[in-house]
């Protein structure tokens, strides 16, 4: 089975909501730094996934959600749940002999 079948079962079976794959040939928009080939040279594709997070029943901005402790404790298990998928994730391409590499929560930059 080729790792694109068994990826999309995993995808299915885990409901998992928020799952993309991009070529890095684009990303033009990009921060200085942040292009998946200037993060990893090699790299061909993008993965990204997750899981909305909890809404807080306060008005929640970006400056304030950073100190908001009990936002964070109510996405603790949303955060460990993408966590475990992550990990998953980063076997299976292992397992097929594709290198990964994580920048930041929810992205994978894998190359082949």
């Known amino acids: 089975m080729e790792i694109e079948s068994i990826l999309a079962e995993f995808v299915r079976e885990k409901q998992i909501p928020l799952f993309g794959i ?19 040279p090699r790299c061909r594709s993008v993965l990204v996934f997750g899981r909305p997070f909890v809404r807080h029943p306060l008005q929640v ?4 959600h950073i100190a908001n402790e009990s936002w964070w ?34 992205a994978k930059y894998i190359v082949a």
């Not at 890095?24 to 998946?36: I, N, R, S, T, V």
């Not at 901005?61 to 304030?64: D, F, G, H, I, M």
């Not at 603790?76 to 391409?93: C, Q, Y």
């Open 22 to 40: 991009a070529s890095a040939d684009g990303f033009e928009y990009a921060w200085p730094g942040w292009h998946p080939r200037e993060l990893m």
């Open 73 to 106: 404790k109510a996405n603790a298990s949303v955060a460990r749940e993408v966590a475990t998928w992550r990990g998953k994730i980063i076997n299976l391409f292992d397992e097929f002999g594709l290198g990964t590499a994580n920048f930041g929560g929810y």
């Open 61 to 64: 901005n970006e400056k304030t």
